[in-house]
């Protein structure tokens, strides 16, 4: 893993810093410029629509000249 600051090797425990509002992981030698520490969190699944959504989507129709119609 690579320090996101300086592109350095991280040896050991990375470090997770707000640096300028960014959260980063950062080298050792890079944390002292950051402010606070985070966490991070684990992704959320993603919903699926429901069926009923999918199916009325499918069965709209492409009107021609849509838009010279007034």
Do not use: H
């Not at 050991?12 to 944390?31: L, N, Y």
């Not at 410029?33 to 069926?51: E, K, L, M, N, V």
Request: proline share 7%; net charge positive; with cysteine.
């Amino acid at each position: 893993m690579r320090c996101e600051v300086c592109g350095r090797e991280i040896r050991g425990q990375p470090f997770r810093r707000i640096i300028e509002g960014a959260r980063m992981t950062v080298c050792a030698q890079c944390a002292r410029f950051g402010t606070a520490d985070w966490t991070p969190s684990r992704p959320q699944p993603r919903r699926r629509r429901p069926r009923n959504e999918v199916e009325a989507a499918e069965s709209l129709e492409l009107v021609e000249g849509y838009g010279e119609r007034g």
